[in-house]
Nanobody, 122 residues
Framework: QVQLVESGGGLVQAGGTLRLSCAAS???????????MGWYRQAPGKQRELVAA???????NYADSVKGRFTISRDNAKNTVYLQMNNLKAEDTAVYYC?????????????WGKGTLVTVSS
């Protein structure tokens, strides 16, 4: 099993910046099999959506709405993934969830953090 703990959410004005962190801990074998980590978000009344993801080899993928504003990175030695959010907009307001995908013989297994709230005031 893998536990994910997010930090860094909060209230910020439009145009501001925030940095989210997510640290993975738990079974070392499961952690070593994590192929990708990422951030999803869910705004009130909306479905959870992918914001950004990064593989162990640091290949990244971003939602169109955050390209050029958000940057995802990871520190494999610390089992931590970061999301640098710049030029925040009111529509970025959501609960942000950390996700890790473990490669298993039965296919990928998802782990989720409890979420951290990001509120952007206009």
């Amino acid at each position: 099993q893998v536990q994910l703990v997010e930090s860094g959410g909060g209230l910020v004005q439009a145009g501001g910046t925030l940095r989210l962190s997510c640290a993975a801990s738990g079974n070392i074998f499961s952690i070593n099999d994590i192929s990708a980590m990422g951030w999803y978000r869910q705004a009130p009344g909306k479905q959870r959506e992918l914001v950004a993801a990064i593989t162990r080899g640091r290949v990244t993928n971003y939602a169109d709405s955050v390209k050029g504003r958000f940057t995802i990175s990871r520190d494999n030695a610390k089992n931590t993934v970061y999301l640098q959010m710049n030029n925040l907009k009111a529509e970025d307001t959501a609960v942000y969830y950390c996700n890790a995908k473990e490669s298993t013989g039965f296919g990928p297994k998802d782990y989720w953090g409890k979420g951290t709230l990001v509120t952007v005031s206009s």
